[in-house]
C-alpha cells in the first residue's frame, strides 16, 4: 500500500510516501459451537380450588301433628317461637311483631311466659338463635308455615309485672354481610370496587358498603335468614303482590310524596389521575477549534498578514471534557483530529509527531431524563333530562372528587436509568414509562365505578315517593317484592322497601310499604349513554434541545465557551393537560300513579 | 350463600325449614307427598353450574333422615325420599337420599327432592323429631 502516512490524506505523485507490505490485517478465528433455543414452557402447573364448607344443616324440620281420629285438629298457635332449637311456641304470649326496613337491620319483639317460681337465667338467652313462623292460614295446622323473622336475640329483659321475659331480636344484617365472601357479593350484585373511589383497603362489612354504593339495588336477609339482593325498580319483574280492595284496611292505602328538597337531576364527578411522564432531553455539544484559525490580521511591507491561532488541544483532556457533562449522560462522542498546521507558508508544527495526543475538539451527543409529573383531569357529568323537565332546572348534587396517584420513584429514570449498554432504549424506555404510569387499569375501575355511584344517587334521589297499606292478614312479602296497588285510592306498581308484622289478641296484620319513582315529565326516558372519557394521551416526551460551544481566542487561556442546554420549565413543572368532560344521560324509571280522591 | 331448598321449580321461594302435617291417630290421612328443588342459586346467578358440591372426602351428597329420639314417637321410617315421584313408592322409608358425588349450582340444576310423611305414631301430640339433613360438604368451583 502506498499512502501518505496520514488517515484521510492521500498521496501526491512525486511527494514522500510510506511503503507497507502486504499482510493480513484481520485473522478471524471462528468457533461454531452448539445452539439449541429451547422454548419456555411450564413444568408445573398448579391448579389450585378454594372451596367453601357448607355446614351440615337441616333441610326440613317436620312438625307432625297426630290428632286423634274423628276429631278436629285443634287450632295451631298464632306463631311458632324456637329459640337456640327448642319450642317456646306454647309459652309466647300472643304479641309478636317483625319489622323490615331497606338497607337495615330487621328487628322483632316476642314476650314469653315463665312458670311462676321457676329460675330464669337471662344470660342464657343472649345471642342465642330466634326462629318465629306462622301458618298461611292460622286455622290450618297443615298449611304452609312459613318465616317472620330469623335472626338472634339482642336484649332479654325480665318483666316482673307480666313474669316472663321481653325479648327484642335482631337479624344482624350488618355483621352477618361482613362474614359474606366478598367475591360472591360482587357475583351477586354486579357491583365493583375500586380503590379509588371507594375507601381503600375495605375489608368485611365496609367492603359490601363500597361495593353497595355503585349497585342502584339493596342487600339484606330474608325472613328465613337467607341472603338477598334486589335491584331497583320494577320494570321488567313480575308482581308478587296484588293489593286490591279486599286486601288494604278501611283507612288504607296512604302515600307520601317526596320533598323538592331531596331532589338532585346533575351529579358531576371530578377524577385527577396522577403519573410521571419520562421525558428524554437530547442535545449535541459541538467543541470544535480549527488548527488555523485566523484571528485578525497585521501591516507588513508586503501588506497584509493573517494573525493565526494555531492551537490545538490534549486529546486526553477532551476525551474527558467530551464525557462530563453531568447531570447530562453522554451517550457518544467523537473526537475532531489534529490538523496540520500552516497557511500556505511554511510552518514548523511541532504538535503533528504526537498528533494522536492531540486534537482540534471533539463532538458529544448528550441526554438528560426528567420524569415530570402529569395531572390529568376528567369530569364526568350525569343528568337525568326527566327530572330536569320535571322540576324546571337542572339542581346539582355535591360533587364527588377522587384522585389516583401513581406512585413512582423519579430517582430511577432521572438517576439510575443508563442509556448505554440498552439493546434495545426505545423498548426500555416504555418499560420504565409503563412503571411511572401503572394505574391505568385502575382509573378505567375508577371511572366505572364512579359513575355508577353518581347513577345511584341520581336513581336514589327520585325513589323517595311511597305508598303504604295494611293487611289484616300475614302475609309473605319481602323487601324487593314487586306490589301493585290496584285498589279504590291507588292505581300504581312499586317496589316494597318496609315490611311489618304484628301478631296479637286478635290481630294478624301485615304493613307494606313500596317505593315508587315518579315525576310529572312527558320527556321521553333517554338512552343510557355512558362512556369512560378519552385520556389525553402521552405528550412528546423526546425534547431536542441545542446545546452551543464557541472558542474564545481572547481570554486567557483560550479555552472554549460551553453552554449546555437549559431544560425549560414547561417540561420539569407539574403539566397539566386540558380536563377530559364526558357528559351523559341517565334514563330514569318513573312508575305513574293514579291517586283517587275517594273513601 | 348455600344450597338449600326451594318450593318451586324456579327457585324463587326458598323452604322455610318446616314441614307442618296434621295426621290422625288411625292414619286415615294416608301418605302426604311433597316436593322440593334443591338447589344453590345465589353463588350462580348466572345460572351457568359454577359451583359443585362434593364431600370433603369423596363420595356421594348422601341427605339422610334424622332422628332426634330414636326408638320413641316418630321414626325415620316415616319419612321416604326420592329424585322422581314414581320412586317413592319404591324408596327405602328411612334410607338417605345420593344426590351425585357434585350436584352442581344454579337453577337450571335444581334437583326435585321428593318427600313422603307417613305417620305410624297412633298417639295425639305435637312432635318435632324428625329431620332432612344435608352432610357437610364443600361447595367448589366447578
Given amino acids: 500500500m502506498i499512502g501518505s502516512g496520514v488517515i484521510g490524506v492521500g498521496a501526491v505523485a512525486g511527494e514522500l510516501g510510506i511503503i507497507s507490505p502486504e499482510a493480513d490485517l484481520i485473522q478471524f478465528n471462528q468457533n461454531v459451537k452448539f445452539r439449541e433455543v429451547e422454548p419456555a414452557e411450564d413444568l408445573i402447573v398448579f391448579e389450585q380450588s378454594v372451596g367453601e364448607i357448607e355446614p351440615a344443616a337441616d333441610l326440613i324440620t317436620f312438625q307432625q301433628r297426630v290428632v286423634t281420629a274423628g276429631q278436629q285438629p285443634p287450632k295451631p298457635p298464632a306463631a311458632y317461637v324456637w329459640i337456640n332449637g327448642i319450642d317456646y311456641s306454647s309459652d309466647t304470649e300472643m304479641n309478636v311483631s317483625a319489622s323490615y326496613n331497606e338497607d337495615q337491620n330487621a328487628t322483632a319483639r316476642i314476650f314469653v311466659f315463665r312458670e311462676i317460681e321457676s329460675i330464669i337465667n337471662i344470660p342464657a338467652f343472649h345471642g342465642?338463635?330466634?326462629?318465629?313462623?306462622?301458618?298461611?292460614?292460622?286455622?290450618?295446622?297443615?298449611?304452609?308455615?312459613?318465616?317472620?323473622?330469623?335472626?338472634?336475640?339482642?336484649?332479654?329483659?325480665?318483666?316482673?309485672?307480666?313474669?316472663?321475659?321481653?325479648?327484642?331480636?335482631?337479624?344482624?344484617?350488618?355483621?352477618?354481610?361482613?362474614?359474606?365472601?366478598?367475591?360472591?357479593?360482587?357475583?351477586?350484585?354486579?357491583?365493583?370496587?375500586?380503590?379509588?373511589?371507594?375507601v381503600e383497603d375495605a375489608t368485611g362489612r365496609e367492603y359490601v358498603t363500597e361495593v353497595m354504593k355503585t349497585v342502584p339495588g339493596s342487600i339484606g336477609y330474608d325472613r328465613a335468614g337467607n341472603l338477598r339482593f334486589y335491584t331497583w325498580g320494577v320494570a321488567g319483574k313480575p308482581v308478587d303482590l296484588t293489593l286490591t280492595n279486599a286486601e288494604v284496611a278501611y283507612e288504607d292505602p296512604t302515600t307520601e310524596f317526596q320533598t323538592r328538597s331531596t331532589v338532585i337531576n346533575r351529579v358531576t364527578i371530578n377524577l385527577d389521575y396522577r403519573y410521571s411522564l419520562l421525558r428524554t432531553f437530547s442535545s449535541e455539544v459541538d467543541v470544535y477549534k480549527e488548527r488555523n484559525l485566523v484571528t485578525g490580521q497585521f501591516s507588513t511591507q508586503f501588506g497584509p498578514r493573517d494573525i493565526i491561532d494555531y492551537k490545538a488541544f490534549r486529546r486526553d483532556l477532551m476525551i474527558d471534557k467530551a464525557q462530563s457533562f453531568d447531570p447530562w449522560e453522554t451517550v457518544s462522542f467523537s473526537i475532531y483530529p489534529l490538523e496540520r498546521a500552516g497557511n500556505g507558508g511554511f510552518v514548523f508544527d511541532n504538535l503533528m509527531t504526537s498528533a494522536d495526543t492531540w486534537c482540534q475538539g471533539f463532538k458529544s451527543s448528550i441526554v438528560r431524563r426528567v420524569a415530570q409529573p402529569v395531572t390529568?383531569?376528567?369530569?364526568?357529568?350525569?343528568?337525568?333530562?326527566?327530572?330536569?323537565?320535571?322540576?324546571?332546572?337542572?339542581?346539582?348534587?355535591?360533587?364527588?372528587?377522587?384522585?389516583?396517584?401513581?406512585?413512582?420513584?423519579?430517582?430511577?429514570?432521572?438517576?439510575?436509568?443508563?442509556?448505554?449498554?440498552?439493546?434495545?432504549?426505545?423498548?426500555?424506555?416504555?418499560?420504565?414509562?409503563?412503571?411511572?404510569?401503572?394505574?391505568?387499569?385502575?382509573?378505567?375501575?375508577?371511572?366505572?365505578?364512579?359513575?355508577?355511584?353518581?347513577?345511584?344517587?341520581?336513581?336514589?334521589?327520585?325513589?323517595?315517593?311511597?305508598?303504604?297499606?295494611?293487611?289484616?292478614?300475614?302475609?309473605?312479602?319481602?323487601?324487593?317484592?314487586?306490589?301493585?296497588?290496584?285498589?279504590?285510592?291507588?292505581?300504581?306498581?312499586?317496589?316494597?322497601?318496609?315490611?311489618?308484622?304484628?301478631?296479637?289478641?286478635?290481630?294478624?296484620?301485615?304493613?307494606?310499604?313500596?317505593?315508587?319513582?315518579?315525576?310529572?315529565?312527558?320527556?321521553?326516558?333517554?338512552?343510557?349513554?355512558?362512556?369512560?372519557?378519552?385520556?389525553?394521551?402521552?405528550?412528546?416526551?423526546?425534547?431536542?434541545?441545542?446545546?452551543?460551544?464557541?472558542?474564545?481566542?481572547?481570554?486567557?487561556?483560550?479555552?472554549?465557551?460551553?453552554?449546555?442546554?437549559?431544560?425549560?420549565?414547561?417540561?420539569?413543572?407539574?403539566?397539566?393537560?386540558?380536563?377530559?368532560?364526558?357528559?351523559?344521560?341517565?334514563?330514569?324509571?318513573?312508575?305513574?300513579?293514579?291517586?283517587?280522591?275517594?273513601? | 350463600m348455600a344450597f338449600k331448598l326451594y318450593t318451586d321449580a324456579a327457585c324463587t321461594q326458598v323452604f322455610s325449614g318446616v314441614l307442618s302435617t296434621v295426621h290422625y291417630s288411625d292414619h286415615s290421612e294416608g301418605s302426604l307427598d311433597y316436593v322440593f328443588y334443591f338447589a344453590d342459586v345465589e353463588r350462580d346467578p348466572a345460572d351457568n353450574g359454577a359451583y359443585k358440591l362434593v364431600m370433603l372426602g369423596g363420595g356421594n351428597v348422601n341427605l339422610s333422615i334424622v332422628d332426634s329420639t330414636p326408638g320413641s314417637g316418630h321414626e325415620a321410617t316415616e319419612i321416604k325420599t326420592a329424585l322422581t315421584a314414581g320412586g317413592l313408592d319404591g324408596a327405602a322409608a328411612g334410607a338417605p337420599l345420593s344426590l351425585g358425588v357434585a350436584p352442581l349450582s344454579g337453577v337450571s340444576n335444581a334437583i326435585p327432592i321428593h318427600v313422603r310423611v307417613t305417620n305410624a305414631v297412633t298417639s295425639a301430640g305435637v312432635s318435632v323429631e324428625l329431620r332432612l339433613r344435608k352432610p357437610e360438604a364443600v361447595a367448589l368451583a366447578a
Fill in chain 1, 128 to 198: 342465642k338463635k330466634i326462629l318465629i313462623t306462622t301458618h298461611a292460614d292460622p286455622r290450618d295446622a297443615a298449611s304452609e308455615v312459613f318465616p317472620l323473622f330469623t335472626g338472634w336475640i339482642e336484649t332479654a329483659r325480665h318483666n316482673r309485672t307480666k313474669r316472663g321475659i321481653d325479648f327484642t331480636c335482631t337479624n344482624l344484617r350488618d355483621e352477618q354481610l361482613g362474614d359474606e365472601d366478598g367475591g360472591q357479593i360482587l357475583a351477586l350484585t354486579g357491583g365493583i370496587y375500586s380503590p379509588a373511589t371507594q
Fill in chain 1, 376 to 599: 390529568e383531569s376528567y369530569k364526568i357529568i350525569i343528568t337525568a333530562p326527566q327530572s330536569v323537565d320535571a322540576y324546571g332546572k337542572v339542581i346539582d348534587g355535591s360533587e364527588a372528587n377522587y384522585s389516583i396517584d401513581t406512585e413512582y420513584d423519579q430517582a430511577l429514570w432521572e438517576d439510575e436509568y443508563r442509556e448505554l449498554g440498552k439493546f434495545d432504549a426505545a423498548a426500555s424506555q416504555a418499560a420504565y414509562q409503563s412503571a411511572a404510569d401503572n394505574r391505568r387499569t385502575d382509573l378505567a375501575r375508577a371511572f366505572e365505578a364512579a359513575y355508577r355511584i353518581g347513577k345511584k344517587q341520581l336513581i336514589e334521589a327520585h325513589r323517595q315517593s311511597e305508598v303504604g297499606a295494611t293487611v289484616h292478614s300475614i302475609i309473605p312479602v319481602d323487601l324487593g317484592n314487586i306490589i301493585r296497588h290496584d285498589n279504590r285510592i291507588v292505581d300504581s306498581t312499586g317496589q316494597c322497601t318496609g315490611v311489618e308484622y304484628t301478631i296479637g289478641d286478635g290481630i294478624r296484620r301485615t304493613n307494606i310499604r313500596m317505593a315508587i319513582s315518579y315525576m310529572d315529565t312527558g320527556v321521553a326516558a333517554p338512552a343510557e349513554n355512558w362512556a369512560a372519557p378519552v385520556a389525553p394521551g402521552y405528550p412528546e416526551a423526546n425534547i431536542e434541545l441545542i446545546s452551543t460551544a464557541e472558542y474564545n481566542p481572547d481570554s486567557e487561556v483560550r479555552a472554549f465557551d460551553i453552554n449546555v442546554a437549559e431544560i425549560p420549565p414547561d417540561y420539569t413543572d407539574e403539566l397539566m393537560p386540558a380536563i377530559a368532560t364526558t357528559s351523559c344521560d341517565l334514563p330514569l324509571e318513573i312508575n305513574n300513579i293514579t291517586l283517587v280522591n275517594g273513601f
